[in-house]
């Protein structure tokens, strides 16, 4: 696998997943639709691991970069699939935008990395104006989008300090065999929160639509995708690796406006447009350095 390979996979299959995870939780709980996604995932990789005779390490450094790397799946995910509820694909993927500047201020502190530059935060306070103008017009139409703005940007945090806290642990394994101990290492704790919130296993209201993007989910959304990230994780820095969320937003909202009949009015490409630029000038100063 090249490196351009797998950002590219990145870009498509995270464009799709916060549509997939609308639908699959439109008529599934939520803790139910995560728990059965995670479980796809760890049961085909698991069979591609012993079929590949790849190793699992079972070392300190490999069990710390596991949970490092489940945290990051189990918190961006519940709280993502939590947010479905109250707001649209299109505005979770343009939140999770914010995470290369998260993962830039949480690199400072883990890695070591140089300051924000005045040009970077200049870049972040255009993109935090962005969002705010994309969230207030989404405030005035459903008051209830607040809980969902408040769990994706909880999940971003995670997710973005999960990817700076994999890159501090000194240890080379097979991307799947990160992502596989990541999902052992998630799915308990999905499972006892499907338990705490839910419980239930009624199927008879669940719909072909949810069935089918949970199993699209399982195989490309957390397989697939997540073996690509921690590939790229391994050969790039954290914030390089977070500009991905740089592309995804486009892709996601198109997405949503003509499958899911999302409305994307002046509002949100104003201040779509403002988090893009915020985040384009943060990705240029850090090509300039580089």
Known sequence: MKVPSAYLCVIVVSSTTPLGIVWSSE???????????????AVLGSIILVTTRIRLPLSKPALKLYCYS?????????????AARYIGS???????GLSPIVAGLFAQRLLGEARFTALRWVAL?????????????????NEHALIGIGLILLAMVIFSFSGVAIKSVSISIHPLATTLGALYFCI????????????NIDTSSWTNRSIRAIVYLGIFGS???YIAYFFILQK???????????VTPVFAILLGSQFNNEVVNSSTILGGSLVLFGLGL???KQHKAE
């Open 125 to 141: 306070t255009f993109a935090v104006i962005g969002l705010a103008i994309v969230c207030w017009h989404k405030l005035l139409l």
């Open 90 to 96: 299109g505005l979770m993927s343009l939140l999770f």
């Open 188 to 199: 308990p704790l999905f499972f006892i929160t499907w338990l705490i919130f839910d419980g």
């Open 282 to 284: 943060y990705h240029w």
């Open 223 to 225: 397989l697939i995708n």
């Open 27 to 41: 008529s599934i709980s939520p803790t139910m639709a995560v728990l059965l996604r995670m479980c796809i995932a």
């Open 70 to 82: 489940g945290l990051g799946i189990f918190g961006g995910m519940m709280c993502s699939y939590m």
């Open 236 to 246: 790039s820095s954290p914030t390089s690796v977070a500009m991905v969320t740089f």
